[in-house]
């Protein structure tokens, strides 16, 4: 397993990339996040599913007529994930 990268040094680490070894870390860092992000959406699906499900009522007319309410948050870390793998991928 790779040594994870802060954000500052992922970003140095982007702007400066040009060996093949470089992109590989980076490549690397992605998948990894991807991984990690994966394992908190089927966490999350996995606590649904224990959850008694209701419709969602909107708190006030606001939110219902300008569809302010967020979406379920295991889809957040499936979306998430897809953009981390295919930020590996830029990599590889």
Do not use: W
């Amino acid at each position: 397993m790779t040594q994870s990268l802060t954000k500052k040094e992922l970003k140095v680490l982007i702007a400066n990339a040009r060996t093949p070894e470089d992109h590989r870390r980076i490549a690397a860092h992605y998948r990894a996040e991807g991984e990690q992000l994966k394992a908190k959406q089927r966490e999350n699906e996995a606590e649904l599913g224990r959850i008694p499900q209701k419709p969602f009522e909107p708190p006030c007319a606001e939110v219902a007529d300008h569809g302010l309410a967020l979406p379920p948050v295991h889809l957040y870390h499936e979306k998430a994930a897809e953009k981390a793998f295919a930020m590996a991928a830029q990599h590889e």
